[in-house]
């Protein structure tokens, strides 16, 4: 019935959308913006008085890394509803759009225009009519300009503050096209025309995984991860687009206020606020330097009125070093926080040039848990073959000897996002999943599919490198923490016989592994703790090295071994070793065994 | 007198352009000679008439501003149509720094044509630094008229900076731009990146980048640049990048530094799967591992892998893109390196030993920094044959900068002079050579070159470039302050050319050794002018045994506020611009020279030289200069003898 409902609706928006290709979503002296069809984006001519000279693009939809690289096409949306500040639409997803992991899912998409805020809210709602179990990715795009043919900067809430990806020039000049997705410390993303200090700010929910945005500072956006979706399942979120006037720069974005904090004329920094609510702001800003030493701080108490600009000027002598400036407090009864990392005002447009500061570096909050639906319908057998995440070193684990009549499909895994991952439906066609000393960063955008995979009798492999378990952060990924049979500290990657025996190795004992046939490891993470479930299969100086556990249906083995070191002793070491190879052929196939 | 010049110029271009004898060129066969070095000087002349013609030719070394000497006069004879090339042996002789050969055909008596080339005469090749790209452009407006006017072929600017590919068939070598160093600018020869490894063959490709293909390839350049006397830098950063520096921080994780849980630092996003390619390397560029110099193994791996590769790879000097420096992060144990080590001391020490190292290898080995102007890399610079580089990109060019103002890029010039020329470490450095580089445009834009294709995967074509002239009126101006600020130029554009080609002819002016800053200039001088003109920190002086010059750059401040790469427009000329000053006893013993670069649309693509009579007014002296829309070196000599 809710099917032959879905398919009237369908039809309807149809003959609705063939009328006509653009419908208001808001028209007055300040509001000009309408929504595309079939495009489903909008087209903002006006916006609470940002006038752009002509008007740009927000909300283009993105539903596979591939998609957003390759601009591979679009969803074509047909209307379903239009009137009274809103718009809805509707669309069922095809693979050639949305990969394997959308198809045949249907989603409507609801624009409303809420003058009072103002802001546009727009929802996705998703529900999957495929009879099979897909995978929610998705997430949007914008194409802001005020000024075509200037790059408006985005301003995305990275890790070490938050700072304009503006310069397309000097960032095609210094570096490597800048990541796609990376992971926010803060819910927002923004794009600014410093200059005319107008743009716009994205809110989602804090289900989104990533902000994604181009080097070149003239695209940005969110992904957002919805994990599993069983056949018949929902799942919607929510997203906000509020104006931004006034402001030069962005620092922390919120549902009460977007803020600005920038040093100012040599010897002071200023706090910028734009309120999106009348109320009272009661807060504190605090200078630390490098070592997060007080240098300064000052309480903040403003009566703040909606739209209307507050700054407040905090004098600071030059520092000789980096610095920080955290600004918390509350408003109207609701907490923030936020920092900004600060080089002396001399290179804050060039980051990636410039000393790294990672005392500066702040972690993602852990986000809101997904509920995780994992579907059972039409699992496919798995297949003697392999995934292999490949991170830096992954090469002399030599799986490809190990498993050497397995199909195996290798990613490479680029931090902080891998652009072509296996799409979660055809995940569990896979035995094995290899981890190979990968960024933590990058794995975030597949964390729920791995999660899954294992549950469902996969069998994951982890290996260890400087990207890995205790040196890659592992420990602070809650699905990692519920995955892995250890748990791991930084800094665990230490050389096997000692520092001051760095170029000697130490014998590899264990499962598989013949006396006098030992292979050597001269750098392994060390100081793990164990969990009680855990086996240890492989030792090395007395110390776990290789360690099995399971999850759900599935097995997790870890192997705490580095192909790092010169080795100066005259051993074989266990990237040299046909030895290493059999006795982990062996255990794979054991593991193999119990899963079945 | 001054409308009179003009017009004498213009009748000589006129003369050059239709006279049925002209000169095509003169072609220097180096660009900078050593001091009594064997020399051969090209002579191009062509008869345009039908019939046969002849002249005399008259071949002069000229130096400083009145000085010149005969190289040789003789009795000149092309058939009808045709094209000459006398080649004319010649000795460089004692005269240091910048000459100029002038090549004047004359018939009964007549001047009818004229021609002139500049380069350098000098041992320490380092103190005429230019790093101008080489290009001669096809498509741009100058460099149509180079070829046209100059015999010039055009030559692909390097999209291969392999320079045998893209100068190495052209006619006039480096003198397109005036450069007299080329340095790889490619992280692959990081030390800590590709350095030389002797089980790579001639010719075997062992990086993926254009820019960097062979050893063989490296070879050729240098070949082809000590061919023209240009000079080659080995580019090296603190940094080890590509499949080679990936695996010496799998051998030695312990040289590199660690973030905050013990992973390494990266710089970039980097490719795994890429670099652990066989066979088909991966350049993974900019991202890099960053070295720990707090560990001494480092210091030591660094100087044997750049010795191993100055040897091999046979160059002049080393680059440093980047003194090799401490920086913020961990050790593999967790400690925080900041708080463990003295940053200034370790670095301190770190220059001198790399200076120690490396001048024990070869003591006239040319050293450049970048942003290494004092502090603790101080060591590097304690040898005359030392320089640092003022990165000029970055904010002052960024469009969205709020300060990227004409005047913040002036004063940022004159705080990168000062930072060197009036270091507190003076008892350490003892160099004053300033290099400013790295001179951005939007992406593609300094690639200019007949390579449509490669302009056409990024969206540009040629008429991209007309409307702006190729950046001449930002380039003017920008090269205008690296010549005020005496630096030396590196970066890319052919807008520069004017420039370059005034401080190769007048070297003597901006980089001699004696040349010294006048500090608190107003008090000796005053401006009057109707335009806003830079002039007070760019007031230098040299005292010679016969005389002492007063070398005054001026400015004509750009129209715009902001440096924006969309100023298309010329800047008005300043007009009328007169210096004073009491300071000057004798006018007797007074001479005076307004050099000027040629401009966009100047007739004659050389360096203008007026003499200037001052005139008393109410007991000052008064220097009224020629018309200028960028810059005008004023030159008072006062004969002390």
Redesign the interface.
């Known amino acids: 019935m809710k099917r032959t409902m879905w398919s009237i609706l369908l039809l309807a928006g149809g003959f609705a959308a063939s009328a006509a290709s653009e419908y208001r979503l808001a028209g007055d002296a300040e509001n000009d913006i309408s929504v595309l069809v079939p495009s489903g984006s909008l087209k903002v001519a006006r916006f609470q008085g940002i006038r752009p000279q002509k008007a740009f693009s927000l909300c283009q939809d993105v539903f596979t890394p591939r998609q957003m690289e390759n601009g591979a096409p679009a969803a074509e949306w047909k209307l379903l509803e239009s009137g009274n500040g809103k718009v809805v639409l509707a669309t069922t997803l095809q693979e050639r759009i949305s990969g394997v992991d959308l198809n045949g899912v249907s989603c409507t998409k609801t624009y409303e225009f809420l003058r009072e805020i103002p802001e546009i809210r727009v929802t996705l709602h998703f529900r999957n009519d495929s009879g099979k179990r897909r995978y929610v990715f998705c997430g949007v795009r914008n194409e802001l300009s005020l000024r075509p043919g200037a790059h408006e900067a985005v301003y995305p809430p990275a890790a070490i503050g938050t700072y304009p990806v503006s310069s397309g020039m000097f960032l095609d000049y210094y570096s490597q096209p800048a990541p796609w997705v990376s992971t926010p410390v803060e819910g927002w993303i923004a794009q600014l025309n410093p200059g005319l200090r107008q743009g716009v700010v994205f809110l989602p929910e804090w289900d989104s995984l990533g902000m994604l945005y181009s080097a070149k500072g003239n695209t940005a956006g969110f992904t957002v991860d919805g994990g599993y979706l069983a056949p018949g399942a929902e799942f919607s979120f929510r997203y906000v687009i509020r104006p931004l006037k006034g402001l030069d720069g962005i620092t922390t974005a919120n549902g009460m206020f977007a803020a600005s904090i920038r040093p100012h004329a040599g010897n002071s920094v200023r706090l910028a606020l734009l309120p999106y609510e009348d109320g009272e702001l009661s807060g504190t800003i605090r200078i630390v330097d490098g070592d997060r030493k007080l240098l300064t701080q000052t309480p903040v108490k403003l009566s703040l009125r909606k739209g209307k600009i507050e700054t407040v000027n905090l004098k600071q002598r030059a520092p000789s070093g980096h610095t920080a400036v955290l600004f918390s407090g509350t408003m109207n009864g609701r907490a923030f926080a936020t920092e900004q990392y600060c080089e002396n005002g001399f290179r804050m447009q060039s980051l990636p040039a410039c000393g790294f500061a990672p005392r500066f570096l702040r972690a993602a909050p852990e986000k809101r848990r997904l509920k995780i639906i994992s579907g059972t319908a039409e699992r496919a057998a798995r297949k003697r073959q392999a995934v292999c995440l490949f991170g830096l070193y992954t090469n002399f684990n030599r799986f490809e000897r190990i498993l050497k009549d397995w199909k195996i499909d290798t990613y490479s895994v680029t931090s902080p996002g891998m652009k072509e991952i296996p799409p979660a439906s055809t995940l569990d066609e896979y035995s094995v999943m290899i981890v190979g000393n990968a960024f933590l960063s990058s794995l975030e955008v597949c964390m729920q599919r791995i999660r899954s995979f294992v549950e469902n009798g996969g069998i994951l492999i982890v290996t260890g490198g400087p990207s890995a378990f205790g040196t890659g952060g592992y420990e602070k990924n809650p699905i990692l923490k519920e995955l892995l049979p250890l748990e791991s500290v930084p800094f665990d990657l230490r050389p096997a016989a000692g520092k001051d025996r760095i170029d000697s190795g130490v014998a590899i004992t264990g499962t598989g592994i013949r006396s006098g046939k030992e292979p050597y490891v001269y750098w392994m993470h060390r100081l793990v703790k164990l969990r009680p479930s855990a086996e240890v299969l492989w030792k090395a100086g007395g110390e776990p090295l290789l360690v099995k556990g399971s999850f759900g249906k599935g097995r997790v083995l870890c192997f705490l071994g580095s192909p790092l070191g010169d080795p100066k002793d005259g051993k074989t070491p266990y990237w040299d070793s046909a030895e290493y190879e059999n006795a982990m052929r062996g255990v794979i196939e054991r593991a193999e065994k119990e899963v079945k | 007198m001054m409308k009179t010049g003009i017009l004498a110029l213009f009748f000589l271009f006129l003369l050059n352009l239709h006279a049925e004898m002209a000169v095509v060129r003169v072609l220097p066969d180096k660009i900078n000679y050593r001091l009594k070095e064997n020399a051969v000087i090209s002579v191009t002349l062509a008869n345009r008439s039908p019939s046969e013609d002849g002249a005399e030719l008259f071949l002069f070394d000229k130096w400083d501003l009145e000085q010149e000497k005969l190289i040789v006069r003789q009795s000149v004879h092309l058939a009808g149509k045709t094209e000459r090339t006398f080649r004319i042996p010649w000795n460089s002789g004692e005269v240091r720094y910048g000459h100029e050969v002038r090549a004047v055909l004359k018939k009964d008596g007549r001047e009818i044509a004229a021609k002139s080339e500049f380069f350098n005469v000098i041992n320490e090749w380092w103190r005429v630094n230019i790093g101008i790209t080489p290009s001669v452009v096809a498509g741009t407006e100058q460099g149509d008229r180079l070829c046209a006017w100059y015999g010039f072929r055009p030559y692909h600017t390097p999209f291969s900076r392999f320079y045998h590919n893209s100068w190495g068939d052209s006619p006039i070598g480096p003198f397109a731009t005036y450069f007299t160093n080329t340095t790889p600018w490619n992280m692959a020869f990081s030390t800590f990146g590709v350095y030389y490894d002797p089980s790579i063959k001639e010719n075997e490709t062992w990086y993926a980048e254009s820019e960097a293909r062979t050893y063989g390839d490296f070879r050729k350049d240098t070949a082809l640049s000590r061919k023209w006397g240009v000079h080659r830098t080995m580019f090296t950063i603190s940094c080890a990048t590509n499949e080679p520096g990936?695996e010496l921080a799998?051998?030695?994780?312990?040289f590199f530094l660690?973030?905050?849980?013990?992973?390494?630092?990266?710089?970039?996003?980097?490719?795994?799967?890429?670099?652990?390619r066989k066979g088909k390397p991966y350049g993974a560029?900019?991202?890099y591992l960053?070295p720990d110099f707090t560990n001494r193994e480092v210091w030591k791996f660094s100087m044997d892998t750049l010795i191993e590769g100055l040897k091999h790879l046979g160059q002049d000097g080393v680059y440093f893109d980047g003194a090799y420096r401490c920086?913020?992060?961990?050790d593999?144990?967790?400690n925080?390196l900041?708080?463990k080590y003295d940053f200034d001391e370790t670095n301190h020490a770190l220059s001198a030993y790399i200076n120690q190292r490396l001048r024990s290898f070869r003591p006239d080995l040319y050293f450049w920094v970048n942003n290494g102007a004092g502090g603790s890399y101080r060591n590097i610079l304690s040898n005359p044959a030392s320089g640092a580089l003022w990165e000029l990109?970055?904010?002052h060019?960024?469009?969205?900068?709020?300060l990227n103002l004409w005047s913040s890029i002036k004063e940022s010039a004159v705080n990168a002079r000062n930072q060197l020329w009036e270091t507190k470490y003076r008892e350490d450095v003892k160099s004053n050579i300033l290099h400013i580089g790295y001179s951005?445009?939007?992406?593609g834009v300094w690639y200019v070159g007949p390579s449509a294709a490669k302009w056409a995967q990024k969206g540009l074509k040629f008429t991209n470039f007309k409307p702006s002239r190729q950046f001449w009126c930002i380039n003017s101006h920008l090269a205008a302050i690296m010549a005020a600020v005496c630096g030396h130029p590196y970066g890319e554009g052919m807008a520069y050319r004017p420039f370059t080609q005034m401080m190769t002819r007048y070297s003597d002016f901006y980089w001699n050794e004696d040349v010294r800053l006048v500090r608190k200039a107003f008090r000796k001088f005053n401006l009057d002018s109707l335009r806003d003109v830079w002039w007070e920190d760019f007031v230098y002086t040299r005292s010679a045994p016969d005389h002492k010059d007063y070398y005054i750059h001026l400015l004509n401040a750009p129209d715009t506020l902001r440096h924006s790469f969309s100023t298309i427009r010329e800047t008005k000329e300043a007009k009328g611009v007169e210096i004073s000053s009491r300071i000057f006893k004798d006018a007797g013993r007074l001479r005076a020279w307004a050099i000027q670069p040629y401009g966009l649309d100047s007739a004659v693509l050389e360096p203008a030289v007026r003499s200037i009579t001052p005139k008393k007014v109410d007991g000052e002296l008064v220097f009224t200069l020629p018309p200028f829309r960028y810059y005008t070196l004023l030159v008072i000599r006062e004969i002390t003898k």
């Open positions: 990936f799998r051998k030695h994780p312990q660690k973030d905050a849980k013990g992973d390494f630092q990266y710089h970039d996003p980097v490719d795994p799967l890429g670099l652990s560029g900019w991202s960053k920086e913020d992060g961990y593999f144990e967790g925080l900041r708080g990109g970055n904010f060019q960024d469009p969205h900068h709020p951005n445009y939007p992406t």
